[in-house]
T-cell receptor, first 110, second 116 residues
Framework: DAKTTQPPSMDCAEGRAANLPCNHS???????VYWYRQIHSQGPQYIIH???NNETNEMASLIITEDRKSSTLILPHATLRDTAVYYC???????????FGTGTSLTVIP | DTEVTQTPKHLVMGMTNKKSLKCEQH?????MYWYKQKAKKPPELMFV???????INESVPSRFSPECPNSSLLNLHLHALQPEDSALYLC???????????????FGQGTRLTVV
C-alpha cells in the first residue's frame, strides 16, 4: 500500500546539503508525510514529519509543495554518518499504519 | 525513555521448532506493530495492535501468531517456519490516536531470524 515514489539511490558530498525528493501524488487531505532512515539493518529512525507547512528540526528540514503532491527532505550539512536508506512514508488515513516505500539509498562521499 | 526493546537480537531455529520474539516499550504507547524486512527491501507491515487488540493482519500466514498480553508487551510466536521466513523482524510502537496521524512510531533494533 506504499503511496510514495523515491529515486533508488543518490550521492552527496560530505558537508554539502543532501536533497532527497519524494512523490506522493495521491496523498489525501489529512495524511501526513513522514521521513525515516535506516542505517545498515538497524531499526528505522524517525527524522521528521509534516502535513502542509515546511518543518525543521535538529536533524533536517522538510519542504512540502503547496499542492502536497511531493516533498523534499533536506539534510543541511551531510556527514558520513548520514549514509543510510531514507524512506518517505504517507501515513494511512485510517488506522495506525506506516507503509514503507522503496526508499532512497543515500551515500555521503568524503 | 523512548526505547523499544526487542529480544532476542539473533535467533536460529529449525523448521519444526516453536519460538517467540518479544518486544517491550514503556512510553505509554497503545499502538504496536510487527514488520518483516528481507535483505535490501523495505520493511513490510505484518500486524498492528491498537489498545491491545489486533486491528490489522496483512494476510500473514498462520505460522506467525501475534500476541499483545498488555499495553507494554508484544510477542510474535513462530511455529513451523520455512527458510524463506528468514528476515529481520522489527517491532514498533506509537501513540494510538483518533483523528490526525500526527505522532511518530519508534522502532526497535530488530530480531535477525534464520530458519534452517
Amino acid at each position: 500500500d506504499a503511496k510514495t515514489t523515491q529515486p533508488p539511490s543518490m550521492d552527496c558530498a560530505e558537508g554539502r546539503a543532501a536533497n532527497l525528493p519524494c512523490n506522493h501524488s495521491t496523498i489525501s487531505g489529512n495524511e501526513y508525510v513522514y521521513w525515516y532512515r535506516q542505517i545498515h539493518s538497524q531499526g528505522p529512525q524517525y527524522i521528521i514529519h509534516g502535513l502542509k507547512n515546511n518543518e525543521t528540526n535538529e536533524m533536517a528540514s522538510l519542504i512540502i509543495t503547496e499542492d502536497r503532491k511531493s516533498s523534499t527532505l533536506i539534510l543541511p550539512h551531510a556527514t558520513l554518518r548520514d549514509t543510510a536508506v531514507y524512506y518517505c512514508i504517507v501515513r494511512a488515513q485510517t488506522g495506525n499504519q506506516f507503509y514503507f516505500g522503496t526508499g532512497t539509498s543515500l551515500t555521503v562521499i568524503p | 525513555d523512548t526505547e523499544v526493546t526487542q529480544t532476542p537480537k539473533h535467533l536460529v531455529m529449525g523448521m519444526t521448532n516453536k519460538k517467540s520474539l518479544k518486544c517491550e516499550q514503556h512510553m505509554g504507547h497503545r499502538a504496536m506493530y510487527w514488520y518483516k524486512q528481507k535483505a535490501k527491501k523495505p520493511p513490510e507491515l505484518m500486524f498492528v495492535y491498537s489498545y491491545e487488540k489486533l486491528s490489522i493482519n496483512e494476510s500473514v500466514p498462520s505460522r506467525f501468531s501475534p500476541e499483545c498480553p498488555n499495553s507494554s508487551l508484544l510477542n510474535l510466536h513462530l511455529h513451523a517456519l520455512q527458510p524463506e521466513d528468514s528476515a529481520l523482524y522489527l517491532c514498533a510502537s506509537s501513540q494510538a490516536v483518533q483523528g490526525p496521524m500526527n505522532t511518530e512510531a519508534f522502532f526497535g533494533q530488530g530480531t535477525r531470524l534464520t530458519v534452517v
